[in-house]
């Protein structure tokens, strides 16, 4: 689990912080849906080998949140809801892409794609296993130079 690259530009998705007994993440994005679509690499990225994984649309994902919430709490439920479809479908995920993404006083909204397979014990080798993101540390920022937006998060393993 070293940094991971993006092809755009040498862009980096997510790198890896020490940590003591949980594993941390630094995620960038240059808009907050290329944000939330690094932090679901980067978890998938702790949990197996992603490039191991096909990328063929599975599962198209819909969050939707009927109050006003944080972008940090959206950002939570986004990688619990992928936990989930671990768990309950046995789906494992390498590209997102969310084609909508909402957040004001009256709702907070995910509309995303995913692409990945079926768990395949053959095929894939799992790292971690991941029991929860976590709200500790975690605050969404936006560099006013670059641009770019970037948060720590700390997952639960």
Known sequence: MTNKINNNNNFKKFEVIEHLSDVMV???????????ENAAYAMFSIITDVESINKV????AIIEVKQNIEIEDL???????????????????????IKNLIINE???????????EKINLQKHEFFLQIKAPTYHEL????DDNSGIYRTKIIFDV
């Open 26 to 36: 630094q995620v960038y994005g240059r808009t907050l849906e290329e944000l939330f």
């Open 139 to 142: 605050k969404i920022i936006k």
């Open 106 to 116: 009256n709702e907070s909204k995910i509309d995303a794609v995913l692409k990945g």
């Open 57 to 60: 649309v599975l599962e198209k």
């Open 75 to 97: 950002l939570i439920i986004w990688l619990e809801k992928l936990l989930f479809l671990i768990e309950t479908k046995n789906l494992i995920f390498s590209d997102f892409k």
